[in-house]
């Protein structure tokens, strides 16, 4: 080999690395990372993204590079030389991929563990439970029946609300998102402080839901009769859609709310209005409270004269 192609070709493979990280770094195809437990995702996202480019730079490179080098000449009408077998290209075509796909799949599991992918949600039905119960009797019901069957559920789960972790109790149904805070705290709008572990206890009223914050990174599904979980801690303060992620009836693509993460100050604003809007108001939390009550016709034409007037006010 000449010494300026092997130069060349160092120089090339330099290039070719350096490019694939700076697009690792730069892509911009991700929202901003509005919690800690993204910076991981992203982490891993960015990696991935990195890899692939560099393997698009070498195919393309190669494709157009044979284009030209080894495009017929005039005059030239022969067969291209019956090349088959190279074992030593072959095993590493075989190598480096598998190198590759095994420490991706290292690294996924491993941040998908640091976003407690892997944590038994049954053993979480005990934390949503308590603050739920008025708005999801029947739910709750059938998880206090689940956790009695268990005698070991309660073993390494948090206690809800205590030491440094916020609680909130999250309530899905069809089409709304209800956030319970304590004393009595119901909100359409979830807040929370940021810098500090936010713990969301979910059940769902009627059907699957899934709860999903983009800028989060984090899905999970909302289940009638039994308790699902998700933590994080809020780094950015600002406003984020909070999206249902699993189809659940004719208005599924309006079951939206907004999570605001708030500086602490303006959180702890919030949540005495909040209170005082509770207290003021007893018979709007009795109405909230009964939902479950309610027959399915009547909970519907609740809804429904709700989705008409929310209709007329837009216009
Ligand atoms: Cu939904």
């Known amino acids: 080999m000449k010494k300026n192609t092997l130069i060349s070709i160092v120089v090339t493979i330099g290039l070719i690395i350096a490019s694939s990280i700076w697009y690792g770094r730069n892509n911009g195809l991700l929202p901003v990372a509005a919690g800690d437990e993204a910076l991981l995702y992203d982490g891993l996202f960015n990696t991935i993204l990195a890899i692939a480019f560099g393997f698009f730079l070498v195919v393309e490179g190669v494709l157009i590079y044979s284009i030209v080098k080894f495009r017929r000449r005039d005059g030239d009408?022969?067969?291209?030389?019956?090349?088959?077998?190279?074992?030593?290209?072959?095993?590493?075509?075989?190598?480096?991929?598998?190198v590759i796909v095994m420490w991706v799949a290292i690294y996924s599991f491993d941040v998908y563990t640091a976003m407690q992918g892997t944590q038994d949600l049954s053993g979480m039905a005990h934390g949503g439970m308590h603050q739920t119960v008025a708005h999801v009797e029947r739910g709750a019901k059938a998880t206090l029946a689940s956790a009695n069957t268990d005698g070991m559920l309660m073993a390494g789960t948090l206690p809800a609300g205590t030491g440094d972790v916020v609680a909130i109790d999250v309530s899905a149904m069809q089409f709304a998102w209800i956030?319970?805070?304590?004393?009595?705290?119901?909100?359409?709008?979830?807040h929370v402080p940021v810098g500090k572990k936010v713990?969301?206890?979910?059940?769902?009223?009627?059907?699957?839901?899934?709860?999903?914050?983009?800028?989060?990174?984090?899905?999970?599904?909302?289940?009638?009769?039994?308790?699902?979980?998700?933590?994080?801690?809020?780094?950015?303060?600002?406003?984020?859609?909070?999206?249902?992620a699993e189809l659940c009836g004719s208005y599924h693509g309006g079951m939206r709310t907004t999570m605001v993460i708030d500086t602490p100050e303006d959180y702890a604003t919030w949540l005495k209005e909040q209170q005082e809007i509770a207290s003021?108001?007893?018979?709007?939390?009795?109405?909230?409270?009964?939902?479950?009550?309610?027959?399915?016709?009547?909970?519907?034409?609740?809804?429904?004269?709700?989705?008409?007037?929310?209709?007329?006010?837009?216009?």
């Open 199 to 244: 713990r969301l206890n979910m059940t769902a009223v009627d059907v699957l839901h899934a709860f999903w914050v983009p800028q989060l990174r984090i899905k999970q599904d909302v289940i009638p009769g039994r308790s699902t979980y998700l933590e994080f801690t809020p780094r950015v303060v600002g406003e984020y859609p909070v999206v249902c």
């Open 280 to 315: 003021n108001d007893p018979e709007q939390i009795v109405a909230y409270h009964s939902t479950s009550e309610m027959s399915e016709q009547e909970y519907l034409a609740g809804k429904m004269t709700q989705l008409d007037h929310d209709r007329h006010m837009s216009h």
């Open 179 to 190: 956030f319970n805070y304590p004393n009595e705290i119901s909100t359409a709008e979830l």
């Open 77 to 98: 009408n022969d067969d291209g030389p019956a090349i088959h077998e190279n074992l030593s290209l072959e095993i590493a075509w075989t190598a480096i991929p598998t």
